[in-house]
């Protein structure tokens, strides 16, 4: 176990390493010039090149990236050109609000998908299998701007039940996570639903029939964890996902959190920002990867880990 | 249609009144084009501690009839007609509720597929104390305490270590004893037996079959065995139903049915039952030259472990394997799961690595890689199940041409017109040619996986369990399609089984496998007329005999395990040494 995870450890600085390489280079190559942004459409030509030589722009790129690892390895992700703060700073104070966002649209995904999967892989080929597969459907083709913006309209603007925009409370955090969630739960109900048609059919639910048992236990003890492996799988590589959703949903509902800092960052060039938002989203993946597997033998017990 | 009408049947019997009566038992599937049967009218009745069997082939009901009984037939599936009475009470006409009661209770089921038939997820300890609970409410420690109680009844050699254990560190015959085990936790009246021991290797099949006819007497379970194997109904049935296609065909009692079958259906279902010593034991054909030389072969795969990877441990498939088949003569490996025979198989199609040397129509091979295209057109593999061989989306007229095309030979007509002859050569008509697998039975798609198999006009076909997933009559033409093959055209087959009597039907030379290694080789009227090694003997043995009279002989009842062919790094198996015992008579010395 040790052994495993000193691997997986050793496996996640190297996919963060290429991560940072991928995105620097993306950057470097880009045609928008962040100093142009910096120093203003009015700024001199010795003006731009002086702030060019400030921030180190004007070297190669490899030197760029190694000085800039070099500062990653002191855990200094460099300070923002506009904001006039340090990066890490920048990212921890709005690190909660996304977080809290994750956990509440895993939570809609969950309950929403895993229900909706269930009931539908239970009453195969009736209408509500139909009816369930068409909302998943709608959930997962429908995109998330449009899904947010139709909520917020219907039950902000029109009933006045939630809150449209802000943070604080836990009725702020019901809009945001639903619109980030919808889409995960559609993925999920598709694929509960035919894990868990597949785990109906298997030997030992007919075993587990002829015991004797209440139909209730033999779903809920006996179809459920088995069909549930595959999902959880699913959640690891979803963080990624949510990553490009947050964007979206922080915007559209004025959340404070990563996603806007990114958004801001994109739109100025700030080129250290965008490094950063990236790398703790890459972070997050390679965690909730590794999460999902340390939990999948939890459940089944013939897999180890090795 | 009741057996009491049955001349004979009865007279053996107490006159008690049956534990299950079933009535005229309709079961129908619901169709598009309405209600079709799949069960006409069955009757029986079955009386404490009496065993009737359920036999019959693939799609004659038999399955469906026991389902329906237990009252877990699949959703468009249901009885129409009839009753199925439990003492007194319908269970067709019981609600849900009711019936969950009874089921597992007083009617157990057992299944055919150990591997699959327990929950992956759940201790086997969990899974046994479910069903006690689940009817009688009783304290944990209480209900662990029957469920261990059952675990010993079974025989299964450390029940409390068991007990813990995931039903994948199990073998699966001891899974088998597992599901027995929960089957029989709560005594229930009656005990449907699903090809109880169709997965199950023969030695081990042999142990269940005991324990089940132990279990009977000491528990006195009414016992409904459902089975395709005739050997498995004359050792342990009282009373026999034949099935066809969802109908009795006959029944009556089982040496009656065994000695006087009433129906063609029967006696042609008793004939192509392959027996072991039905074959005369001719003398063996001049020795001709090898085709195919196997020299101390040897298959190893290594398991890593550990945190670096190391190889701590190996898996010893096959340990120095020598043997000869020569041209135009079935070579028969014989042998339980894990022995290694399959492994040869793949090995001679260049599918694993290997040490040692095989000699194959003249090429010296010593490592994979030797195999070539060029070699492997002369050894062609015919797999167990036709389903899986063949490509669903292709049409077999060009499933049988890919080896032509594979290997370049001949232009599309050509290839076409050896298509059509091969067709017709293995039983199959010229208009079946631009159909697909799925229009064809489980029979006819072996026939099409063989008829590929010869498209190279190969030295060697190598049959791994190629008539394991048939039915009985579909097997015995088959095998007489193979024989018909050799004598023909000269082929030679390395024929690969489990099954001691369809080896003795088919086979010119025989050799028994345990372990990776060979334990007795020589002709079949060495090998079966005179075995001399004891595991040979304790293999035949342990074959089922279609023939209620026959006695089995008395043998100390255990529940032994194959010994793991998993050995650490360090510490190869001993070699055994082959010893000629005379005539070419092969017998690895006992150690």
Same mark, same amino acid.
Request: hydrophobic share 45%; with cysteine.
């Given at each position: #176990?040790?052994?495993?995870?000193?691997?997986?450890?050793?496996?996640?600085?190297?996919?963060?390493?290429?991560?940072?390489?991928?995105?620097?280079?993306?950057?470097?190559?880009?045609?928008?010039?962040?100093?142009?942004? @910096?120093?203003?459409?009015?700024?001199?030509?010795?003006?731009?090149?002086?702030?060019?030589?400030?921030?180190?722009?004007?070297?190669? &790129?490899?030197?760029?990236?190694?000085?800039?690892?070099?500062?990653?390895?002191?855990?200094?992700?460099?300070?923002?050109?506009?904001?006039?703060?340090?990066?890490?700073?920048?990212?921890?104070?709005?690190?909660?609000?996304?977080?809290?966002?994750?956990?509440?649209?895993?939570?809609?995904?969950?309950?929403?998908?895993?229900?909706?999967?269930?009931?539908?892989?239970?009453?195969?080929?009736?209408?509500?299998?139909?009816?369930?597969?068409?909302?998943?459907?709608?959930?997962?083709?429908?995109?998330?701007?449009? !899904?947010?913006?139709?909520?917020?309209?219907?039950?902000?603007?029109?009933?006045?039940?939630?809150?449209?925009?802000?943070?604080?409370?836990?009725?702020?955090? !019901?809009?945001?996570?639903?619109?980030?969630?919808?889409?995960?739960?559609?993925?999920?109900?598709?694929?509960?639903?035919?894990? #868990?048609?597949?785990? #109906?059919?298997?030997?030992? @639910?007919?075993t587990a029939r002829a015991k004797g048992l209440a139909r209730r236990r033999v779903i809920l003890r006996h179809a459920l964890p088995n069909a549930i492996l595959p999902i959880i799988a699913m959640i690891g590589i979803d963080i990624g996902i949510f990553m490009g959703g947050i964007v979206v949903v922080e915007s559209v509902f004025g959340w404070p959190g990563i996603g806007q800092l990114a958004w801001q960052a994109i739109q100025r060039v700030d080129i250290p920002i965008i490094m950063g938002v990236t790398l703790v989203s890459a972070v997050a993946i390679v965690l909730g990867n590794l999460l999902a597997d340390l939990v999948t033998p939890l459940i089944d017990p013939r897999i180890r880990l090795r | 249609m009741t057996l009491a009408h049955a001349p004979g049947a009865g007279a053996a019997q107490a006159p008690a009144d049956p534990v299950l009566s079933v009535e005229g038992l309709t079961v129908s599937v619901a169709t598009e084009a309405g209600l079709r049967p799949l069960v006409q009218g069955i009757s029986f009745d079955l009386r404490r501690g009496e065993t009737l069997a359920i036999a019959g082939e693939s799609g004659s009901g038999k399955s469906i009839t026991s389902l329906a009984i237990m009252g877990l037939l699949p959703t468009n599936v249901r009885a129409t007609a009839g009753a199925v009475r439990l003492a007194g009470t319908d269970l067709l006409r019981l609600p849900e509720a009711r019936m969950r009661a009874i089921r597992g209770d007083r009617v157990a089921m057992i299944f055919q597929e150990p591997m699959t038939s327990l929950n992956p997820v759940m201790t086997v300890g969990a899974q046994l104390v479910e069903a006690i609970e689940a009817h009688e409410p009783m304290a944990r420690g209480q209900a662990q305490a029957r469920a261990l109680e059952a675990l010993k009844a079974v025989r299964l050699s450390e029940p409390e270590h068991r007990l813990r254990q995931y039903p994948h560190e199990l073998s699966g015959g001891m899974r088998q004893r597992v599901v027995i085990a929960m089957a029989i936790a709560l005594r229930p009246d009656v005990l449907i037996a699903d090809e109880p021991t169709t997965a199950l290797d023969v030695t081990v099949q042999r142990e269940v079959l005991d324990l089940l006819r132990d279990l009977r007497r000491e528990l006195g379970t009414a016992i409904v065995l459902i089975t395709h194997d005739m050997g498995v109904v004359a050792e342990m049935a009282d009373r026999v139903i034949v099935m066809k296609d969802g109908a009795v065909v006959e029944d009556g009692p089982v040496v009656r049915i065994f000695d006087a079958p009433a129906k063609d259906y029967t006696r042609a279902l008793l004939a192509a039952v392959p027996r072991m010593g039905a074959r005369p034991l001719e003398d063996a054909a001049a020795p001709k030259a090898p085709v195919c030389s196997l020299r101390d072969l040897?298959?190893?795969?290594?398991? *890593?472990?550990?945190?670096?990877?190391?190889?701590?441990?190996?898996?010893?498939?096959?340990?120095?394997?020598?043997?000869?088949?020569?041209?135009?003569?079935?070579?028969?490996?014989?042998?339980?799961?894990?022995?290694? *025979?399959?492994?040869?198989? *793949?090995?001679?199609?260049?599918?694993?690595? &290997?040490?040692?040397?095989?000699?194959?129509?003249?090429?010296?091979?010593?490592?994979?890689?030797?195999?070539?295209?060029?070699?492997? /057109?002369?050894?062609?593999?015919? &797999?167990?199940?036709?389903?899986?061989?063949?490509?669903?989306?292709?049409? !077999?007229?060009?499933?049988?041409?890919?080896?032509?095309?594979?290997?370049?030979?001949?232009? /599309?007509?050509?290839?076409?017109?050896?298509?059509?002859?091969?067709?017709?050569?293995?039983?199959?008509?010229?208009?079946?040619?631009?159909?697909?697998?799925?229009?064809?039975?489980?029979?006819?798609?072996?026939?099409?996986?063989?008829?590929?198999?010869?498209a190279l006009r190969p030295k060697l076909i190598v049959a791994d369990e190629s008539v394991s997933a048939l039915d009985v009559s579909v097997q015995a033409r088959v095998l007489q399609l193979l024989r018909e093959l050799k004598e023909d055209m000269g082929v030679s087959f390395l024929f690969i089984s489990h099954d001691m009597a369809v080896v003795d039907s088919i086979a010119d030379r025989v050799a028994v496998m345990f372990l990776g290694q060979i334990m007795e080789m020589g002709t079949r009227a060495q090998v079966f007329g005179d075995p001399r090694h004891p595991y040979t003997r304790r293999l035949i043995e342990a074959v089922p005999v279609p023939d209620p009279s026959h006695v089995h002989p008395a043998r100390a009842r255990m529940a032994t395990e194959v010994p793991?062919?998993?050995?650490?790094?360090?510490?190869?198996?001993?070699?055994?040494?082959?010893?000629?015992?005379?005539?070419?008579?092969?017998?690895?010395?006992e150690g």
């Open positions: #176990m040790a052994g495993y995870l000193l691997r997986r450890l050793v496996q996640s600085v190297l996919i963060l390493l290429g991560v940072t390489l991928v995105t620097f280079f993306l950057l470097y190559v880009l045609p928008a010039d962040p100093v142009r942004q @910096i120093a203003g459409r009015s700024a001199t030509a010795e003006t731009v090149e002086s702030i060019r030589r400030q921030l180190g722009l004007d070297q190669p &790129f490899w030197v760029q990236y190694g000085r800039y690892l070099w500062n990653l390895l002191h855990l200094d992700l460099g300070r923002s050109y506009l904001q006039r703060s340090n990066v890490s700073e920048l990212i921890w104070a709005r690190l909660p609000p996304t977080l809290l966002l994750m956990a509440g649209a895993i939570v809609c995904e969950l309950i929403l998908g895993l229900t909706m999967g269930i009931v539908a892989a239970l009453r195969r080929g009736t209408a509500t299998d139909n009816g369930l597969m068409i909302a998943s459907f709608v959930g997962v083709s429908a995109p998330q701007f449009v !899904v947010g913006l139709l909520m917020l309209y219907l039950f902000g603007v029109r009933l006045h039940w939630l809150p449209i925009s802000g943070y604080g409370t836990f009725a702020h955090l !019901v809009l945001p996570s639903l619109t980030l969630g919808i889409l995960g739960a559609g993925w999920y109900s598709r694929m509960m639903r035919s894990s #868990m048609v597949e785990v #109906m059919r298997q030997d030992f @639910i007919r | 040897t298959v190893r795969f290594d398991l *890593k472990r550990g945190m670096l990877g190391r190889t701590t441990h190996r898996v010893h498939a096959v340990e120095g394997v020598s043997c000869d088949i020569r041209a135009g003569e079935t070579f028969a490996l014989v042998g339980e799961s894990g022995c290694g *025979k399959s492994t040869i198989a *793949k090995t001679i199609a260049g599918l694993v690595p &290997f040490d040692g040397e095989i000699t194959l129509a003249g090429h010296a091979l010593r490592r994979q890689s030797d195999v070539t295209r060029a070699v492997r /057109r002369d050894a062609q593999i015919v &797999f167990q199940d036709p389903a899986a061989a063949l490509d669903p989306r292709m049409r !077999v007229g060009d499933l049988v041409a890919e080896p032509l095309v594979i290997h370049g030979i001949g232009t /599309r007509e050509e290839r076409r017109a050896t298509v059509e002859q091969l067709f017709e050569r293995v039983g199959l008509t010229r208009a079946q040619i631009d159909r697909y697998p799925h229009e064809f039975s489980g029979g006819q798609r072996q026939r099409i996986c063989i008829a590929r198999a010869l793991s062919p998993v050995r650490r790094r360090d510490d190869p198996p001993p070699r055994r040494v082959l010893r000629d015992v005379g005539g070419g008579h092969l017998v690895a010395a």
